[in-house]
Structure formats: structure tokens, C-alpha cells
């Protein structure tokens, strides 16, 4: 299994340019979410989904969409890039579980910078 | 709501000394609680997790965290550091909801010294 995949693993936009982070995940789980890591700061999520067609915002979503069209896909599109998206991407997945929560499978992430 | 207080941004120690990285967690749930380290430019690593089993956990390469209800507490410890121990660890908080969302601390930054 590959796990968690995202694509591309660095890129550079220009301000006010649009993009689409790719993610994809084998695991069949139905959890899947994005989170930018900035200095200092952890981890934030941006959006989320529960299963196939169910989105949901996050913390920090203003900037972003996403769709979820298949269990396996997740992509998160930057609609008007902006200096302050500059940041490392993370996208994650899970699956239900008894008893609790169980842990997020991370892609390895994508370090945008936008200039 | 919940939220993650990782105590310490930087922790320096000398190789083959204990190790604590402290965590206090919020939440209106009885939460599942994870740490995760990052290596530098790498992805995030699951290194131990709580989900209402066992209080002490037991993780990877030597560590484990004991979960405490009363102080709100899940701090990360090994009794000897390793110098491949040097990396960026995040406690983490997911309320038991629909959601599953993770929510994350700061990060420590964990330095070993030879």
C-alpha cells in the first residue's frame, strides 16, 4: 500500500495564479482532511470530509475549496494564491474505530510558496 | 472544543538522559490522544496514542506517555535520548464527535546534545 500521496511536493505560484494539491489514499478509509503547518504554530486544519460528497470547513479555510467525489481523492484547489499561503500542506486520513478516535495517516506534504 | 498546550517550545538534552515533553490537553469529550514527530522536512510519524484503554501507552523507539485525567496531562517520555531522537514532536487532541478532527499543539522541538 502506498498510503497517504501527495502531489506535487514543492511548488512556487505567483500571487493571484490557482492550484490544485493533489491527495490520494489507498487505505479505503473515509476520513480525510488537509492542515498547513506554519512556524511555531502546529498543525491547522483547513477542511475536512467525512465520506464521499461530505465537506466541511475547518479552522482556517478562508482561500480554499475542496471536493470529495471518490473515497480515494481529496484534492484542496487554491483559488487566488496569496503570500499568506505560503506553508507546508498535509493531507491526512482515518478510519472508524472502536473505542476512541484512531490515529491520521499523513502524506509526506507539499511546501508551497507563493510569491 | 478542545485545545492542546504543549508547555515547552525547545527541550535540550544529552544523549542517554531522560527525556519529558509535557502536554496538557482540553476537551469537552473524553478525547483520544495522540504524539507525532517529525523529522525534519519529512511527514508526521505516529508515536504513541491513548484511546481510553490503558492509562500508561507504550509507543516507538522507547517511548510512551501516561495519560492523566485529573491534571489533563499526557506528557511524552524515554528514559534515554538517542541522538536520532532529535526532532519535532506534536501532542494531539480528537474529541470523540462526527468529526475527527485533529486538533494540535504547538510542537516541542526536542535537541540532543552529544
Known amino acids: 500500500n502506498a498510503g497517504v500521496t501527495q502531489t506535487p511536493k514543492f511548488q512556487v505560484l505567483k500571487t493571484g495564479q490557482s492550484m490544485t494539491l493533489q491527495c490520494a489514499q489507498d487505505?479505503?478509509?473515509?476520513?480525510m482532511s488537509w492542515y498547513r503547518q506554519d512556524p511555531g504554530m502546529g498543525l491547522r486544519l483547513i477542511h475536512y470530509?467525512?465520506?464521499?460528497?461530505?465537506?466541511d470547513q475547518g479552522e482556517v479555510p478562508n482561500g480554499y475549496n475542496v471536493s470529495r467525489s471518490t473515497t480515494e481523492d481529496f484534492p484542496l484547489r487554491l483559488l487566488s494564491a496569496a503570500p499568506s499561503q505560503t506553508s507546508v500542506y498535509f493531507c491526512?486520513?482515518?478510519?472508524?474505530?472502536?473505542?476512541?478516535?484512531?490515529?491520521?495517516?499523513f502524506g509526506q506534504g507539499t511546501r508551497l510558496t507563493v510569491v | 472544543a478542545q485545545s492542546v498546550t504543549q508547555l515547552d517550545s525547545h527541550v535540550s538534552v544529552s544523549e542517554g538522559t531522560p527525556v519529558l515533553l509535557r502536554c496538557n490537553y482540553s476537551?469537552?469529550?473524553?478525547?483520544?490522544l495522540f504524539w507525532y514527530v517529525q523529522h525534519p522536512n519529512k511527514g508526521l510519524q505516529l508515536l504513541l496514542k491513548?484511546?481510553?484503554?490503558?492509562?500508561l501507552v507504550k509507543g516507538i523507539n522507547g517511548f510512551e506517555a501516561e495519560f492523566k485525567k485529573s491534571e489533563t496531562s499526557f506528557h511524552l517520555t524515554k528514559p534515554s535520548a538517542h541522538m536520532s531522537d532529535a526532532a519535532e514532536y506534536f501532542c494531539?487532541?480528537?474529541?470523540?464527535?462526527?468529526?475527527?478532527?485533529?486538533?494540535f499543539g504547538s510542537g516541542t522541538r526536542l535537541q540532543v546534545q552529544p
Open positions: 491526512a486520513s482515518s478510519y472508524s474505530g472502536t473505542g476512541g478516535n484512531t490515529e491520521a495517516f
Open positions: 487505505m479505503n478509509h473515509e476520513y
Open positions: 470530509s467525512v465520506g464521499a460528497g461530505i465537506t
Open positions: 476537551s469537552s469529550y473524553s478525547p483520544s
Open positions: 491513548y484511546t481510553s484503554a490503558a492509562t
Open positions: 494531539v487532541v480528537s474529541g470523540y464527535t462526527g468529526r475527527r478532527a485533529l486538533t
